[in-house]
């Protein structure tokens, strides 16, 4: 079974410092990895898909790395601003299954 | 519709009432799916439909929990007896294509369901 696991729980750091949410699994015959971004009682909104044949993904500020073989991607938001602030999970999708398990997730707060 | 609808957004019920939540997918998407979210956790899968056939029902607690999907696009999660224990927020994601192939997935706003 495709066990996920965030660190740090939870993250705070002033405006304009880069962040960083790590993201680990433990089978690494994966298919795809998503981040997603909930903001406190709302739904998922997807953020990065990265294929498992994929090295990294970037949209605007954020950037997400794969390193299928260790078992781990990082999300990195660059310049961080207050209305990052929210709650991100990372989710993996094995090659066997088509459900997506999903970490625990970090919430960051972002202090103006 | 644009986006994944989810109704109720909030139900608020009697321990040992019947509740029924609604899901209306993203037009043209094959693939649906339930998770529920307990406060301070990831979302847990439920149940997986491709097209109007439940592929996989794995993540149902027990069966007090049903979900259909008789039209392959509209889905209802159905709970009867309900517990205290079933209270979270239940959430509806979509995807253009199912199988092995599934892509990224779209989520609700999620039902929260509370059980007094």
């Known amino acids: 079974k495709q066990e996920v696991t965030q660190i740090p729980a939870a993250l705070s750091v002033p405006e304009g410092e880069n962040l960083v949410l790590n993201c680990s699994f433990t089978?690494?015959?994966?298919?795809?990895l998503q981040w997603f971004r909930q903001d406190p009682g709302k739904g998922l909104t997807s953020l990065l898909l990265?294929?498992?044949?994929?090295r990294e993904q970037t949209s605007g500020r954020l950037n997400a790395s794969l390193d299928k073989s260790s078992g781990r991607s990082t999300l990195y938001i660059a310049a961080s601003q207050p209305g990052d602030s929210a709650t991100y999970l990372c989710?993996?999708?094995?090659?066997?299954?088509?459900?997506?398990?999903f970490g625990a997730g970090t919430t960051v707060t972002v202090r103006a | 519709g644009a986006g994944v609808s989810q109704t109720p957004s909030n139900k608020v019920t009697e321990k040992g009432k019947y509740v029924e939540l609604r899901c209306d997918p993203i037009s043209g998407h094959t693939a649906l799916y339930w998770y529920r979210q307990s406060l301070g956790q990831g979302p847990e899968f439920l149940i997986y439909?491709?097209?109007?056939?439940?592929?996989?029902d794995s993540g149902l607690p027990n069966d007090r929990f049903f979900a259909v999907r008789p039209e392959g696009s509209v889905s209802t999660l159905k709970i009867q007896r309900t517990e205290r224990g079933d209270s979270a927020v239940y959430l509806c994601?979509?995807?253009?294509?199912?199988?092995?192939?599934?892509?990224?997935?779209?989520f609700g706003e999620g039902s929260r369901l509370t059980v007094l």
């Open positions: 990265i294929q498992s044949s994929q």
């Open positions: 989710a993996v999708r094995t090659i066997t299954d088509y459900k997506l398990s």
């Open positions: 089978d690494s015959a994966i298919y795809n």
């Open positions: 439909f491709q097209g109007t056939g439940a592929a996989d």
């Open positions: 994601a979509s995807s253009p294509t199912g199988g092995l192939n599934t892509g990224e997935l779209f």
